[in-house]
Each structure stands twice: as structure tokens, then as C-alpha cells.
């Protein structure tokens, strides 16, 4: 059957699809195929074959994403919407909210400059204690059993233990915020009812800080000289949660796996520290939590490496095919060692906001140590080869990391009272 949309979308004819089991089983390969194909900027469908452009060079990507003027953020200009169907399995990423994340121009400026002000008033080694405590409590629940998996029990559950302890909440209530936050990110069943009682939560603490001010996140935003509504604070709060989750504790767990899999680095994970940071950057290289971004909407009829893009196309940031580009990236393997000009934060306006990656940094890098000192023997349960990433075209980040170690007690030595100072 032919798509109807064929003809508004001329370039995308014989368009590659970005979905399906071949681009899930080896992105990097499809990238580059896309790219030999078609350059920089690639005619491509997404779910249901709805087209867009996915920007795969490492130039283009750095022009699309220092460009807010003509590539905006605001999703209600896409061209597309009349054909979107409501069970979409994009619609999430790009449903407009009035969130931080659709602002653009002035309230940007405001609600952005707010976001990282407030991030910057957290204390870098307040943090690395904070996540020292998460990191050895998690551990202490399996280091006794001398196996876990290291995704379901320990990285994914780090980023929003640490996150959401920011937010000024009393320690009782953690649990319960810790536990939908994970059901919103998870994209299941339960995901909806979860972000509904996690907005609830947040909402009673916004109007709770607003009352009675204390040091933390919520607090320093309602604070904030940019005099956001209450409203607009429990939005941004929000943001803050599932935008933080999901890629750092990826980005966790894609580090684990380099460290037990690679040997430039396993010789560390038995004992030294010092490449941790090395194999932090390494990652947003070759595997970046955040593979591509459908985020980006022409403002106005524009070419981009010799292709018509129309107003209101949708553009996706194309992250991992960028950090790939040969131009940028020589094609035998290699080690990044610091070079830090990768796009996995992505760039401009509407990239990953100051200090949001230091803050994510800290975290990742605290959880791998405090694994290293804990279980300095630990290794894979499986040959590599057997290691499965999740199907998805957006994130990478693995299925299980199943490791083995020798069993020990609990540490003990970061007790529970701690959590209420
Ligand atoms: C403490 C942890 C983090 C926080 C608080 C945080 C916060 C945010 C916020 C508020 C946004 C803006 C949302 C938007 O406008 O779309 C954002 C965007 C983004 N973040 Fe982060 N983030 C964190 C960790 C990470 C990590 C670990 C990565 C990947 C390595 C990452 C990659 C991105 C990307 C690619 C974007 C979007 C960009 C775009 O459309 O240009 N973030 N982040």
C-alpha cells in the first residue's frame, strides 16, 4: 500500500525505517548505511512510517542544535499532527506539555536559567555522599548473595534514589516517590496512574516548600528571581525526574559493561580507580544513553546539507550516528581518552542544562567506585556475546547485566540515621 504521505514528503519515498529489529540489533551499522545512502541529514520513518529527518553528521548535528531560531522546540508546529494516531509509540517524547522542555525564546531563557540555577545551589560533595549512602544500601541488599544483575538492582534504581533525595521531601515519603518514578520511566502498564500520583506528590510538596521554605531544589526554584508559578515549578520538577532517570542510569550501566567486558579497562575494575572517568567518557562515545531525540521542528523552510526541509518537519537529533561520523571519529577502534566533544548531552538551548551534566557525572562515577571498592572481584556471569540491549531507537541501555562475585556482609559503615541529617 502506498503512504499517503508520500507526496507532501517527496524525499522520504525510499526512506530507511528507523524502527524495527534490524536498526535495533545494530544501530551503529544501520547509522552508517543511512549515511553512505543519503549524507549527513536522512529522509527516515519513524513507527506507523511517519517521516522525519534523522541528522546522522556530526557538522549538521552541532548547526541543527545551535540554531533555536529556526530549529524550535515547541511540538505544536510539526506538520504532521493530523496523521499522528493517538496510540502513537512516540507520542511521549513529543506530545506538547507546558513544560520547561516545549518553552522556547524568552521563557526558555527564564525557566531554563531557573532549572540550572537551582541544580548549581546543590553541593557537589553533599552529592557524593548522598549517593555513596544509595550505592552501599543497594549493595548491601545482594553483596551477601555473590550474584545480581546489575541493571534491575543497582544502576537503575541509583539515579532516581539520589535525584528525588534533592527535592526536600521527608525521608518517609521517598520510598513511595522512588518507586512510581520508576514505573513512569518504565513505560508499562502502570506507567500512567504512576506519573499521576507522582504529580500529586510533587504537588503537595511545592505547596508545602511554598509555605515553609528549606534548603533543597524545590525550594530554590519557587525561590528563584524568575517568580515561576507553583504550577510551573511542579511541571519543571517533573522534567527534572524523568529527564535525570533513565539516561544516567544507563549511562551506569553501559560503563559496568565496558569495564567487565573490555580489557583496557577490566584491569581496573580489580582494584584501581583511575580509569573510571576515562570509561565514563568512553560510553557517551560509543554507547550514549541517549541514542537520538525526536526534538527539533523547522521554523521555517530551510536547506540543510543540500536537503529541502519544509516548516514544522520534524528533525531527531541522531546523537549516537553523530558521535560515530568518521569525520569526527576515526573508524579503527580507538580510545577517546578526555577528548569530551561528543554530542551525548546534546548542544545549544535545549541541551542537557548546566550543571546537569556534572551532576549526572558525579552520580555515575560515585556508583561504578563505590561497586569497585565493594565487590572488587566482580565479573561477568555470561560470555559478552550474551548481553542483549533493550529494543529501542531513543536509548541504549542493556536488558540485564548479570556478574558474579565473592559473597560479603553488609558494610554498615554509612548507617540509616544518617538519612535525616
Ligand atoms: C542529574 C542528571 C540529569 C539531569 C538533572 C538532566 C536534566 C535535563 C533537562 C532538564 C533537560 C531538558 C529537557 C528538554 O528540554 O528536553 C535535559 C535534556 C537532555 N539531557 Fe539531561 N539530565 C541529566 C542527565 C543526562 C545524561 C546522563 C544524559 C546523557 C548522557 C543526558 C542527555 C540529555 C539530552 C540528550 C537532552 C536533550 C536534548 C535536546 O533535545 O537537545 N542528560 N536534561
Redesign the pocket.
Known amino acids: 500500500m502506498t503512504n499517503p504521505l508520500m507526496e507532501a514528503y517527496p524525499d522520504h519515498v525510499a526512506a530507511m525505517r528507523l524502527y524495527g529489529p534490524e536498526i535495533h540489533a545494530d544501530p551503529v551499522a544501520v547509522y552508517e548505511e543511512m549515511r553512505r545512502k543519503h549524507g549527513p541529514i536522512v529522509p527516515v520513518l519513524l513507527d506507523d512510517d511517519i517521516p522525519a529527518w534523522l541528522v546522522v553528521g556530526y557538522r549538521e548535528l552541532h548547526h541543527v ?1 545551535s540554531q533555536p531560531q529556526l530549529f524550535g ?1 515547541d511540538s505544536r508546529r510539526w506538520n504532521l499532527w493530523d496523521h499522528i494516531p493517538e496510540n502513537w509509540p512516540v507520542r511521549a517524547f513529543v506530545s506538547w506539555q507546558p513544560s ?2 516545549f518553552t522556547e525564546g524568552a521563557e526558555r531563557k527564564l525557566r531554563g536559567g531557573a ?1 540550572g540555577d537551582a ?1 548549581d545551589t546543590v553541593d557537589r560533595i553533599e552529592l557524593n555522599m548522598i549517593c555513596e549512602r544509595v550505592a552501599d544500601r543497594l549493595i548491601d541488599e545482594f553483596s551477601g548473595d555473590g550474584r545480581a544483575d546489575l541493571i534491575s538492582q543497582y544502576a537503575h534504581r541509583i ?1 532516581a534514589e539520589v ?1 528525588t533525595r534533592l527535592y526536600g521531601l521527608p525521608e518517609s515519603e521517598l520510598p513511595e516517590l522512588v518507586k512510581d518514578a520508576y514505573l513512569v520511566t518504565d513505560a508499562g502498564e502502570e506507567s500512567f496512574p504512576a506519573g499521576l500520583r507522582v504529580m500529586e506528590q510533587v504537588n503537595r510538596l511545592v505547596a508545602a516548600k511554598r509555605a515553609r521554605p528549606g534548603h533543597d531544589l524545590t525550594s530554590h526554584l519557587l525561590a528563584h528571581s524568575a517568580g515561576l508559578s507553583d504550577e510551573q515549578v511542579v511541571q519543571d520538577l517533573m ?2 525526574m524523568l ?2 532517570h533513565t ?2 542510569s544507563n ?1 551506569i550501566g553501559n560503563t559496568l559493561r565496558l569495564m567487565l567486558v573490555d580489557d583496557h579497562f577490566s584491569m581496573t575494575l580489580q582494584g584501581g580507580r583511575s580509569s573510571v572517568g576515562q570509561a565514563l567518557n568512553e560510553v ?1 562515545w560509543r554507547d ?3 541514542q537520538a ?1 525526536p ?2 521542528w523547522a521554523v521555517r523552510d530551510c536547506d540543510v546539507a543540500g536537503r529541502r526541509v519544509r516548516r514544522g518537519d520534524l528533525l531527531v ?1 541522531g ?1 549516537a550516528a553523530a558521535n560515530a561520523d568518521p569525520q569526527v571519529r576515526p573508524a579503527a577502534p580507538v580510545h577517546s581518552g578526555a577528548n569530551r566533544a561528543h554530542m ?5 538551548e ?4 548546566f550543571p ?2 556534572e ?2 557525572e558525579i ?2 562515577k560515585t556508583a561504578i567506585e563505590v561497586l569497585l571498592d565493594r565487590l572488587p572481584d566482580v565479573h561477568l556471569a555470561v560470555e559478552p556475546e550474551r548481553l542483549r540491549w533493550r529494543p529501542s531507537v531513543w536509548v541504549r541501555g542493556l536488558e540485564a547485566l548479570p556478574v558474579l562475585f565473592s559473597p560479603a556482609g553488609p558494610l554498615g559503615r554509612r548507617p540509616a540515621e544518617h538519612w535525616e541529617s
Open positions: 542544535t522546540r520547561l522542555v532549572i541544580l539515579p535525584v522534567v527534572l529527564a535525570s539516561p544516567s549511562w557517551l550514549p544513553p541517549t531525540m526534538s527539533r537529533l546523537i551525548s548531552f546534546s548542544h545549544g535545549y541541551g542537557c542544562p546537569a551534566p551532576l549526572a552520580i555515575a
